[in-house]
């Protein structure tokens, strides 16, 4: 039976400052979406930045990472060189868990970045 609420919408990273090192958002475990299948909400804002990086990667032990192509044949990053909201799909079918880095480059004073998952919830369909 179809949930009445089979959208999920979860807080990967709250708007944030970024650093030059690369920081993980949270990890997303994939037995909660139907077919492996999550959209990464992106809310950048550039301030001082040149540009932030945003890696994807799965896991089957939510230790070991590998980076993982989106749907839209981009690789396994994206760079972001001016203030954008975009949403990124990611085909992730066959693994257990997921999450998103990012790492900004140059000077990151006022430059932050949010980052959401959506999904439609495992058994809602």
Same mark, same amino acid.
């Not at 994939?30 to 992106?42: C, K, M, Q, W």
């Not at 980076?67 to 839209?72: A, I």
């Not at 868990?97 to 959506?118: D, M």
């Given at each position: 039976?179809?949930?009445?609420?089979?959208?999920?919408?979860?807080?990967?990273?709250?708007?944030?400052?970024?650093?030059?090192?690369?920081?993980? &958002?949270? !990890?997303?475990?994939?037995?909660?979406?139907? =077919? *492996?299948?999550?959209?990464?909400?992106?809310?950048?804002?550039? #301030?001082?930045?040149?540009?932030?990086?945003?890696?994807?990667?799965?896991?089957?032990?939510?230790?070991?990472?590998?980076?993982?192509?989106?749907?839209?044949?981009?690789?396994?990053?994206?760079?972001?060189? &001016?203030? !954008?909201?975009?949403?990124?799909?990611?085909? =992730? *079918?066959?693994?257990?868990?997921?999450?998103?880095?990012?790492? #900004?480059?140059?000077?990151?004073?006022?430059?932050?970045?949010?980052?959401?998952?959506?999904?439609?919830?495992?058994?809602?369909?």
């Amino acid at each position: 039976m179809a949930s009445s609420s089979p959208n999920k919408v979860v807080a990967a990273r709250a708007a944030a400052i970024l650093t030059t090192a690369e920081v993980a &958002a949270a !990890t997303l475990d994939l037995n909660e979406t139907y =077919a *492996g299948r999550v959209s990464v909400d992106i809310n950048f804002t550039l #301030g001082s930045l040149t540009n932030v990086v945003l890696r994807y990667y799965v896991s089957m032990d939510g230790t070991n990472w590998t980076p993982v192509e989106t749907d839209g044949g981009d690789g396994v990053s994206h760079t972001l060189t &001016a203030t !954008t909201t975009k949403a990124v799909p990611v085909q =992730a *079918g066959g693994w257990k868990f997921f999450k998103t880095s990012a790492q #900004g480059t140059g000077t990151v004073t006022s430059s932050s970045l949010t980052l959401n998952y959506r999904y439609l919830r495992r058994g809602s369909q």
